[in-house]
């Protein structure tokens, strides 16, 4: 079973910038699929960016140019720096890691973002 740890979650006026972390308690060199979905209270789970295992990250329309997600293999972690944050950005965020050969998908605890002025 893999554990996903996210951190970084908080409180920030608009305008302005957090970066989440996660960390996984195994290599994510192989996972098929890891990245960040986020979800407002009432509302469906939704994908904020992702790596496949190979190619470009995908990216939501709405975070697009403002923010980037970035992995470091050697600590098994993703990360999401997000810029020029909007009150619409106000959601929990969530880890998410999907393994290969049917071992099954994680997520993390979430952790709160907060746009307000």
């Known amino acids: 079973q893999v554990q996903l740890v996210e951190s970084g979650g908080g409180s920030v006026q608009p305008g302005g910038s957090l970066r989440l972390s996660c960390a996984a308690s195994e290599s994510i060199f192989s996972f098929n699929t890891m990245g960040w979905y986020r979800q407002v209270s009432g509302k469906q789970r939704e994908l904020v960016a992702q790596f496949m295992r190979f190619g470009s990250p995908n990216y939501a329309d709405s975070v697009k140019g403002r923010f980037t997600i970035s992995r470091d293999y050697a600590k098994n972690m993703v990360f999401l720096q997000m810029n020029g944050l909007k009150p619409e950005d106000t959601a929990v965020y969530y880890c998410?890691?999907?393994?290969?050969?049917?071992?099954?998908?994680?997520w993390g605890q979430g952790t709160q973002v907060t746009v307000s002025s």
């Open positions: 998410y890691a999907g393994l290969p050969a049917d071992r099954g998908s994680y």
